[in-house]
């Protein structure tokens, strides 16, 4: 039940990154195709990842195993409730064949919306990624 708490705050998560990739990601396949949008998938996911765990990790007061470890957990984390959902939008903007304005517009509010309504998943994902990290922690 502890997970249901976390849905409206990916919400905001996805929302707020979410729309920041859609909206690049469609200047970028406008001007260069549907070939930029992957690594610019590849490139966001990293970046805004890396400031995430960054933060959250606590590495700037020095390494020890325990923080590695927590990194690593902190990556998957990422991965599946930010990656999976901004790949399910980047899905919905490669499929779309039109170059025009008004089809690009469109394919971005779609891949937007796509990326929210993925959110239930990203947090089961969490789930599991949490259980495993049990498991292994108690082994």
């Known amino acids: 039940m502890g997970y249901i708490r976390l849905i409206p705050t990916t919400f905001v998560v996805l929302a707020t990154f979410g729309g920041l990739f ?36 606590g590495l700037r007061f020095g390494v020890s195993r325990v923080t590695i470890g927590h990194t690593v957990y902190l990556a998957f984390v990422a991965i599946v409730a930010l990656g999976v959902p901004l790949a399910i939008a980047t899905l919905v903007l490669i499929r779309r064949s039109d170059t025009t304005r008004r089809a690009i517009a469109l394919s971005a509010v779609t891949a937007w919306l796509a990326c929210i309504a993925t959110t239930p998943i990203a947090i089961s994902l969490v789930a599991i990624v949490d259980f495993v990290n049990l498991v292994l922690v108690a082994s």
């Not at 966001?44 to 890396?50: A, I």
């Open 22 to 57: 859609v909206i690049v990601a469609s200047l970028l396949r406008a001007r260069f195709g549907v070939r930029a949008i992957w690594p610019f998938w590849i490139t966001y996911l990293l970046v805004v990842s890396t400031g995430c765990i960054y933060k959250l990790s």
